[in-house]
């Protein structure tokens, strides 16, 4: 269960976020600007590319994959987009008076056998100290496979990218100082900064843009982050949680299992990230899945222990004795562009009719007493639906984490 009180109390909130993660959040937008400006002086501007690639890999762990995955969303479909995930990890030699390493720097990652001079690989790292990446590069290089690499300036992966005449573009860091971490944090498995999804997104899609990948509405990726600026505002600390959405989500999910399903490709990409920052950033697990199948897949939770029709909102349900029941509880978050007079109108908007599997989501809830509540973005702009709904559930998971209660 989560502490409610502690939600109105911004002072609290502030001291509960030890690694300042709402901070972290609340300057994705100018992390946006941020890695824009530097992928340009980096000389991204004045690339002139010969054609599209065949295939673009993007190579890297958390958030990189992440990125990735939204990419493959964003794509326009002439060209594959493939996430690269680590294939294996191994104990990384030390100094016997040197920390232990965090488990990442000793992961490694193999080029599929198809991949030629006719491919692209995006390599990108938050520190740029992983060896499995830089040699990645090398495999690259040797496969006559064109290299860009997003890592910070100074990192030993982007002196491996003017090694193996590879572009490196800047990775913007955080606002929110790295070194101020938790007293409780794991040391081995460090948390996942929440911005970076789009200090690592920014550059990624002005790269695809670039090279044709990607073909996003004039001026997407600047409203976009303006988008994020917004959702700071609604989902800041002070605002009480009737008129701050990111809170009012945490406070349904408080006791609840939660089932993320999504109705098409930008959706189904935010769910995986909400369960990924449900785990991360408040301990919760959470089930994510795409229509029509997802109804299938979780046909089981209905019919089990948790779906069995007890209601949260049951005022007359008999309570003594009863120990604080898991109930599921199902988040239908989905892009619905509709017709709007003007442009500034748009949020606005005529929702279209639901499509069959969605009526079908809310018949089988219903059938089972199971509460569903829709997120929708009005938005036809696929980039400013994603970031809309990111930033709603990025919120509203470190929100549950920090007025989670723990003994």
């Not at 100018?30 to 599209?52: I, N, Q």
């Not at 509709?338 to 109108?345: F, H, L, N, Q």
């Amino acid at each position: 269960m989560i502490d409610d009180s502690l939600l109105d109390d911004p002072a609290a909130l502030q001291r509960a976020d030890r690694d300042h993660a709402l901070l972290a959040l609340a300057g994705a937008g100018a992390r946006v600007r941020t890695a824009l400006r530097l992928a340009d002086d980096a000389g991204l501007a004045a690339l002139r590319p010969d054609g599209r690639p065949r295939t673009l890999l993007v190579a890297g762990h958390g958030s990189v994959l992440a990125a990735g995955g939204a990419l493959a969303v964003l794509a326009a479909g002439t060209t594959q987009v493939l996430p690269l995930p680590p294939t294996d990890a191994e104990p990384v030699r030390r100094d016997r008076t040197a920390a232990d390493p965090v488990f990442s720097a000793g992961m490694s990652w193999q080029l599929p056998g198809w991949v030629g001079p006719i491919d692209l690989l995006v390599i990108a790292s938050i520190d740029g100290t992983e060896q499995g990446l830089i040699g990645l590069a090398q495999q690259a290089y040797a496969r006559g496979c064109s290299v860009v690499v997003i890592a910070p300036t100074t990192s030993p992966l982007t002196e491996a990218a003017h090694q193996v005449r590879g572009l490196p573009l800047p990775y913007a860091p955080s606002a929110v100082d790295p070194a101020d971490q938790a007293a409780d944090a794991e040391p081995d498995l460090p948390a996942l900064d929440p911005g970076a999804l789009w200090a690592l997104l920014a550059p990624l899609l002005a790269l695809t843009e670039k090279l044709g990948v990607t073909q996003l509405p004039p001026g997407s990726l600047q409203a976009t982050a303006d988008r994020l600026d917004e959702a700071a505002v609604r989902c800041r600390p002070d605002a009480g949680a009737y008129v701050n959405p990111a809170k009012d989500l945490a406070a349904k999910l408080s006791g609840t299992v939660p089932l993320l399903w999504a109705e098409g490709p930008v959706a189904t990409a935010v769910a995986e990230r909400f369960a990924t920052m449900l785990a991360d950033r408040a301990g919760r697990p959470a089930l994510a899945g795409a229509l029509p199948q997802v109804l299938t897949a979780h046909r089981g939770m209905f019919v089990g222990q948790l779906g069995s029709g007890a209601d949260p909102d049951d005022f007359f349900r008999d309570r003594v004795d009863e120990p604080d029941p898991l109930l599921l509880q199902v988040l239908l978050l989905r892009q619905t562009p509709g017709r709007a007079a003007e442009p500034a109108e748009e949020d606005q908007a005529e929702v279209p009719e639901p499509s069959y599997p969605v009526r079908r989501a809310h018949r089988l809830a219903e059938a089972h007493e199971v509460r569903l509540t829709e997120y929708r973005s009005a938005l036809a702009d696929p980039l400013q639906a994603l970031a809309e709904l990111t930033a709603l559930t990025d919120f509203a998971a470190v929100y549950l984490g920090l007025a989670a209660t723990r003994d």
